[in-house]
């Protein structure tokens, strides 16, 4: 039921907050990486690319804009009518709103990325999608990058401010059986 003169659109707006911020967290690109990827590591391959691709992301929704938009419209059209035609306009507005929510959160969590064909090193080549961030590099066909791989999850980086060749590192000689 909805209250005239109460806290109710306040606390609307504070759960259509607490449904929507999570959504707009920053996703992983060239530069923006989760929490999680932190100190963990990644296996590379150096390669070259030789197609680039723009690229539509559909996001995942979770309900929270028709959710939003469904309590708005029923709230908003609770100022309609009396008796059954307020219950009526209460109805169409909680369709309605709902709609119009989803539409909205749907565009919100769309994003737009790039699609990479890259030859690696070894012969193999594969696509890797990813989104664009603000700041990250362009990389282009005829590229050398170098291929991030952690458990299935992939991501493309520039690499022409690397060496291409450089003396094997030191290492520590493991030696079997008694040291002298």
Partial sequence: MIYRGSLFPSLLLGLALALVLPGCARHSSQNVYQEADVGRTTAVSFGTVIAVHSIDIVGKTVGAGALLGGASGGAAASFIGSGSGNGAAIAGGVVVGALIG?????????????EYTVVLESGVTLTVAQEM??????????DRVIVQNSGGYQRVLPASSLPTAIQRPKGIKIIDGPQP
Avoid: H
Wanted: charged fraction near 30%; proline fraction near 4%.
């Fill in 102 to 114: 989803e539409i909205a959160e749907q565009a919100v969590r769309d994003r737009t990325g790039m």
């Fill in 133 to 142: 961030g603000k700041g990250d590099l362009p990389i282009n066909a005829g």
